[in-house]
Structure formats: structure tokens, C-alpha cells
């Protein structure tokens, strides 16, 4: 082995941790799976360039702040929004199907490793908890039906500090087994769980509230006093009543997270990636923690326990757990499928080997092996089937197809008409009543309210939007729309309509690629909304032919002139496919183009569109030469 010095040693892990769930996404297998394998490489089974061993007390450090930044995340993003739907079922599955899991867990290692009760339990209420780390990233890949990815994430949340707290009561009865010692481990779980709800919530409001006065927190250093906050909250917890930071960090994290704050985004953004970090760091180190001959050693009953647990264990619990709720049979059987265990059930599975040896008992090692045994075994079935099962059960989103629109006014229906013709679903969302009412009488779907509000966004179904697009006449609004709705839901593309390029937050998510402006540039969206009520408005096909002379450029200013608002490009087709218009789009021949114009400004519109190589459909290759040579004096006018 390489005598290599302790901070090398946490340089090493972290750079391996952080490019293995790099190269985890780019083989979209789960990010578990490919740090077990750098855990065990770098580990003494391997290079040995990684050993835990050389940090030595530092170790604990390093678990207590993983743990608490990692819990605090999945509590961030743990919506009761979404949560209400299914409460029931959750609720049932972190107690009902915990304990279920625990007394399974311990039968199999009982009857097939021969352990004795005390560690067989031991083991159960180690492999109680799923691992939200793993499950999220899964479920989001796989894009399933709200119901089933909520009731995922959640018990995967909630399940942790339970799992925890459980782990650290049976462990104080193994080590002291007496009555005496039941009477307290039970007063003291009922003590750290008050204290735990208490500390989080409290600290949880707090933390808002210091976020939510203006100027309070300086800007820019919201991220790292939130994450100093957390850390102390857990720290205190942890020296006033042992292990009740656990639960404290994520009650503070779930209350913080459904409390608005003017940097809610920043800061998930901000926990998401310390999280990624973390968990690549601790995974690495506890995986190269655990010596390959003492999992060889386990054998294959080792094996039908991680078996038992995943075909009659997991099964059974979920089955009554759900008994009576709103799940269907095949949601029930898919997240009787779906329970990977993650970096919590390591921590804990390492902490708890410690203790037993520090009280000079046997059996911590084989417990830290099965867990980790478990683990990779759970990961793996997860992330290699969870895919094909999804499919095969139905509980699997439809493929991204749809386009929802801000907005239900002239431009957006002429638009929405287009792509309904071409088999899209559109859905429009708009807080007039009257706008409602007049894409409703056109036969579209629309949705009444504050689009930039979540539940208004879960209204119009916005998991199965591919397309967003702002056409309001206020540019920040479609902005923000957009943003939510790739933030929240995952929607790939956005299309923002702006008066002007230069300013704003729109400007932002342009410059960041992650949203286009709406049609051919900048327009008045209300100019053309009056336009339309009016009855001023034609719309007419227009097809391109690389013009001969360079054409005029979009003016960009402030204020845009009466010509430049002659027409609009609502959308292009090109072969079948019909899409709508964004401004950077570069034409090829024979593109067609859906335009709107203003009738008072016909004569101008043409001129303007000729001389960009929109020809009226008419004009054409195969069309006859005093029809081209109308198009080319029409050109020539226009240069």
C-alpha cells in the first residue's frame, strides 16, 4: 500500500467521487454504481491510495457534515404541494413498511446467516431507509407518473432520519440489553425525536425569515449562510442531545423549502451540487472502507438476503402499506420494485461497525460487508431495470410533445392552430377570463390563473410540455414562465417574446442558452394583441429561397418602428414537421413560413420579407417563369 498523506487522501476522494458521477451520467447508469467501483479501486483492495484509516478521528467530521448537508437537501426538496396527494401512503410506508422491513430484514439474516436476533435486527433497521440520492436522480430520468415518483422521493426523504434514529435505539439495546436499558432507549428516541422537530422547524423559520428581509443577507452570500446555519443547527442538535441532528437538519430543510423565498432556485441549485459532492466524497471513502474478501465471505446466503429483501421483504411492506389508498396495482408493484438504498445507510452502516468495536463486540465487520452488500445489489437492480419495468407497467410519463403557451391572445392562437394542425397538444394558461373563454369556443385546453405559480403549472400538466413560451406584453413575465417551467418541471425548450434584446432577465436566460426569443425578434406583444382584436391582422404562407442580396437586419433599439412591426414569423415548416419560430433561426430552402401581417401594412411587410427570401407560397422552383420573374422584380425593389 502507498503511504500517502491524510489530506491527499480527501483530495483523491473527492476529485474520484466527483468524476465518477460525471462519468455516471454519461452512461446514465445510477452514480452509486460506478463510485462503489472507484471506492473500491482507490481502496486497499486496490492502488491503495485511498484508505479512511490514515484520517482518523477526522473521519467523523467528515460523516457528520456529509450527512447533514445531504439530509437538508432532500428536505429542500420535499414539496407539500405534492406531498398532500399521497400523505397517506407515505406516511404508512416510513412507519408500517419500515418496521416491516426491519423484522424481514432481520428473519433473513437470522435463518440464512445464522447471526443472533441482536445483530439480526441490527441489520434490519440499518437497510430500513431507501436512498433519496439515488431514487431522485432515477426518477427523474425515467420521468414516471406523479404519484409514484413522489411517493418515491418522499418515503426516500423521510425514511432517513427515522432509519437513523431507529438504528441508534436498537444499537443501545444490543450493547446493553436489560429493561432498564429498553425503559431509556424508548425515552430517549421519544426526547430526540420532540428535540429534532423542535430545533428544525424552529431554525427552518428562521432561516426564511432572514432570507426573506431585504437586504438582511447580503447578496451573494445567501448560499453560505443557509449551508453555516445548517451546519450549526446540526452541530448544536448534536451537543445538546445526541443524534438528533439528523432529524433536524431535514425538518429544517423541508420547512425552509416550502417557505418562498426570493432565492429559493439559487439555493437548491447551490445544495444540489454541495450534495454531488459530498455524497462522491463519503461514498468513496466508505466504500474503500470495506475489505473485498470480508463481502466474498458472506457468500451466497449473503446474496439470497439482499434477494429476500428485494422479491419478499420490499413486496410484502409496500402491499400493506398501500392497502386502500389511490395507488393502482401496477404503481403499487412498481415501487415495490424501486428501493435502492444510498449513502445514509452507509454512513450509519460505518458508524454503527465502530461502535461495536469500541465496546469489543463481535460482528461489525460482517454487518458493515452486508450492508454494502445490499446496497450495491439494490443499486444495481434499480438502476439496470427500473427502466424496462417502468415501461412494462405503464407508470411512465408520455414522451415530451406538448407546448404550453402564456398568453391567450391573436399571436398565440394563429400559433397554437398551426401545431394543433400538425398532431401537438397545446395547453394555454392565462389569469383574463375573457381570453379563456376565447380559446376555449377554439378548442383548446386552457388553464385559469398566476401561471408562475407551481400548482397552476401541475394544472395544465406541464410534465408532459416539451415547449414553453412566453407572449405576454410583459418580457420579465415570459422570462420567469420559462424559467419555472424548465426549473420545476424539467421542460426542455422556452421561447421567450420581447420587446427589446437588450435588458432584463430575459437577456439572462438568452445569453445562458436556456431559452430562444419568440418568432423572427423582438415584438409588441400588445401593439398585435389590439391588432388582432381589431380584425387588422391576416396571416398567409410564405416560402424561402436563399435571397441574391444580403437582407436587412432586425433593428434592435429601445423603441421598434411601425415597419419593423409590419409582420411576424409564427412558425416554420420544414418537410412535416411544423415548429414554431425563434429569432437566431437560420432558413433553408423550401422552409415554409406561417406569417402574420398587418393589413395596413401589407405593400411594406412584402417588400420586407421578399427581400429576406420569403417568396408568397405561389413562387417555387417548378412554378412558371413569369411568376419568377414577378418574384425577382419584387427582390430587386426591395435591394
Known amino acids: 500500500m502507498v503511504d500517502l498523506h491524510p489530506n491527499f487522501t480527501i483530495a483523491l476522494a473527492l476529485a474520484a467521487g466527483v468524476l465518477s458521477q460525471s462519468l455516471a451520467r454519461h452512461l446514465r447508469v445510477p452514480g452509486i454504481v460506478v463510485l462503489l467501483v472507484a471506492g473500491v479501486g482507490l481502496g486497499p483492495d486496490g492502488l491503495g491510495w485511498v484508505d479512511p484509516h490514515a484520517i482518523g478521528s477526522g473521519m467523523y467530521a467528515i460523516l457528520d457534515v456529509a450527512v447533514a448537508v445531504i439530509l437538508f437537501e432532500g428536505g429542500l426538496n420535499l414539496q407539500f404541494s405534492r406531498l398532500r396527494r399521497v400523505q397517506s401512503s407515505v406516511r404508512r410506508l416510513v412507519t408500517y413498511g419500515g418496521l416491516i422491513t426491519v423484522a424481514g430484514g432481520a428473519v433473513a439474516v437470522h435463518y440464512l446467516l445464522g447471526w443472533d436476533w441482536k445483530l439480526a435486527v441490527l441489520f434490519g433497521s440499518l437497510v430500513m431507509v431507501t436512498g433519496p440520492t439515488v431514487i431522485g436522480p432515477l426518477v427523474s430520468e425515467l420521468r414516471l407518473k406523479g404519484r409514484v415518483s413522489t411517493v418515491l422521493e418522499a418515503e426516500g426523504v423521510l425514511i432517513d432520519p427515522i432509519g437513523a434514529f431507529f438504528a441508534v435505539l436498537v444499537l443501545a439495546l444490543v450493547v446493553a440489553p436489560d429493561a432498564t436499558s429498553v425503559a431509556d432507549a424508548g425515552r430517549d428516541l421519544m426526547v430526540r425525536l420532540g428535540f429534532g422537530l423542535l430545533m428544525g422547524g424552529a431554525t427552518g423559520v428562521l432561516l426564511a425569515g432572514a432570507l426573506r428581509v431585504r437586504r438582511l443577507v447580503p447578496e451573494g452570500l445567501e448560499n453560505i449562510f443557509t449551508l453555516a446555519g445548517v451546519l450549526l443547527l446540526f452541530e448544536t442538535s448534536e451537543l445538546v442531545i445526541d443524534h438528533s441532528g439528523i432529524l433536524a437538519v431535514t425538518v429544517a ?26 455524497i462522491g466524497l463519503l461514498f468513496v471513502m466508505l466504500a474503500a472502507d470495506v475489505r473485498y474478501d470480508h ?199 422556452g421561447l421567450v417574446a420581447v420587446d427589446r434584446r437588450d435588458t432584463g432577465f430575459a437577456k439572462e436566460l438568452v445569453a445562458n442558452q436556456q431559452a430562444k426569443v419568440a418568432f423572427d425578434g423582438p415584438h409588441d406583444m400588445g401593439r398585435w394583441d389590439v391588432r388582432d382584436r381589431r380584425g387588422a391582422v391576416t396571416v398567409e404562407k410564405r416560402r424561402f429561397k436563399t435571397p441574391t442580396a444580403a437582407a436587412p437586419e432586425r433593428a434592435v433599439s429601445d423603441t421598434l418602428s411601425m415597419a419593423e412591426e409590419s409582420y411576424v414569423i409564427l412558425a416554420i415548416q420544414r418537410g412535416t414537421r411544423v415548429f414554431p419560430m425563434w429569432a437566431s433561426f437560420v432558413p433553408k430552402d423550401d422552409d415554409v413560413a406561417t406569417v402574420a401581417v398587418h393589413e395596413v401594412e401589407a405593400e411594406d411587410a412584402n417588400t420586407r420579407l421578399v427581400a429576406s427570401g420569403w417568396m408568397p407560397e405561389a413562387v417555387s422552383e417548378d412554378d412558371s417563369e413569369p411568376a419568377e420573374e414577378t418574384a425577382q422584380a419584387s427582390q430587386a425593389s426591395a435591394t
Open 253 to 278: 430543510g423541508t420547512v425552509l423549502g416550502n417557505m418562498p423565498t426570493p432565492v429559493a432556485r439559487e439555493l437548491r441549485e447551490f445544495k444540489d451540487q454541495l450534495t454531488v459532492m459530498l
Open 295 to 493: 463481502v466474498v465471505a458472506l457468500g451466497v446466503p449473503g446474496l439470497l438476503v439482499v434477494v429476500a429483501l428485494v422479491l419478499v421483504v420490499r413486496p410484502i411492506g409496500v402491499w400493506l402499506s398501500t392497502l386502500g389508498s389511490d395507488l393502482s396495482n401496477r404503481e403499487r408493484m412498481f415501487i415495490a420494485w424501486v428501493a435502492p438504498r444510498g449513502i445514509v445507510a452507509a454512513a450509519i452502516a460505518s458508524l454503527t461497525a465502530i461502535a461495536l468495536e469500541s465496546k469489543g463486540m463481535a460482528g461489525g465487520t460482517e454487518l458493515r460487508a452486508l450492508v454494502f452488500l445490499t446496497i450495491a445489489g439494490t443499486v444495481l437492480l434499480a438502476g439496470l431495470t427500473a427502466g424496462f419495468v417502468a415501461t412494462w407497467l405503464g407508470v411512465k410519463l408520455p414522451a415530451r410533445e406538448g407546448v404550453a403557451i402564456l398568453g391567450a391572445h391573436g399571436l398565440g392562437i394563429a400559433l397554437a392552430e398551426l401545431l394543433r394542425s400538425n398532431g401537438t397538444s397545446v395547453v394555454f394558461i392565462d389569469s383574463n377570463p375573457q381570453n379563456c373563454r376565447r380559446v376555449e369556443e377554439s378548442g383548446f385546453t386552457v388553464v385559469y390563473g398566476n401561471a408562475l405559480e407551481e400548482r397552476i403549472l401541475q394544472r395544465a400538466r406541464f410534465e408532459e410540455v416539451k415547449t414553453a413560451i412566453g407572449l405576454t406584453a410583459n418580457k420579465t413575465v415570459n422570462a420567469v414562465f420559462v424559467d419555472r417551467a424548465r426549473d420545476l418541471f424539467g421542460v426542455t425548450e
